[in-house]
C-alpha cells in the first residue's frame, strides 16, 4: 500500500448521518443519506443509493448517481450519471468545460448551473493572461465590424436558468 494515498471517507447504504461539516483531503463517497452538509473535499461521489439533502460542498470533482437537493456545490468538474436526481440546486463551475450530464439525468425544481472565475472554484493566474491579437479579414487589413480585441468570454459571469419542470 502507498503512503501517498490520500485518506478516503465512506458512508454506507442504510446510514443517515445528520450535520456533517468538516474538510477531507482525499474523497468521500456516500451511499446512505447526509443531510445539512458543509463540506470540502478532494473528490466527492453520491451513489445510486446515495441522498444527500441541504448545504454547500466544494471539491474537485463531485460525481452524482443518486439524489440531491437544495445543496450548492462549487467545482470545476461534475458528473451527472443516469441515475441522478438534482433539484433544487446550485452547481458553481470554475470554468465554461469540466460538466458532464448523462441524458438520462433527471432534474426537478430550480436548478441553477452558472460559470465564474470569481467564485469559490479555483482561479487561474490573472498575470499569465495574453491580451489576444487583433483578427485580419482576410488581407492585411483588419475587419472594421470585428472588435479589435476579442473578449474572452470565460472571464466573464455566465449563468444559466433552466427551467426544467417538475
Known amino acids: 500500500m502507498s503512503d501517498s494515498k490520500q485518506p478516503e471517507g465512506f458512508i454506507p447504504s442504510g446510514l443517515v448521518v445528520d450535520n456533517l461539516c468538516g474538510t477531507l483531503e482525499g474523497s468521500l463517497t456516500i451511499a446512505g443519506e ?9 473528490q466527492l461521489c453520491v451513489t445510486e443509493t446515495g441522498v444527500m439533502k441541504d448545504g454547500q460542498v466544494e471539491a474537485t470533482s463531485i460525481i452524482i ?7 450548492t456545490f462549487t467545482t470545476p468538474r461534475l458528473s451527472a450519471g443516469a441515475g441522478a436526481r438534482i433539484s433544487d440546486c446550485v452547481i458553481e463551475m470554475g470554468s465554461p468545460t469540466g460538466c458532464a450530464i448523462h441524458e438520462d439525468a433527471h432534474f426537478e425544481g430550480d436548478v441553477r448551473i452558472s460559470v465564474s472565475r470569481k467564485g469559490g472554484a479555483r482561479k487561474a ?9 487583433s483578427i485580419p479579414a482576410g488581407d492585411d487589413e483588419p475587419d472594421p465590424h470585428w472588435p479589435s480585441q476579442t473578449p474572452d468570454i470565460s472571464e466573464a459571469d455566465q449563468d444559466a436558468d433552466i427551467p426544467l419542470g417538475g
Request: proline share 4%; aromatic share 0%; hydrophobic share 35%.
Open 34 to 42: 447526509v443531510e445539512h452538509v458543509e463540506l470540502q473535499a478532494g
Open 65 to 71: 448517481d443518486g439524489s440531491v437537493s437544495g445543496v
Open 125 to 133: 493566474d490573472a498575470s499569465k493572461v495574453e491580451p489576444q491579437a
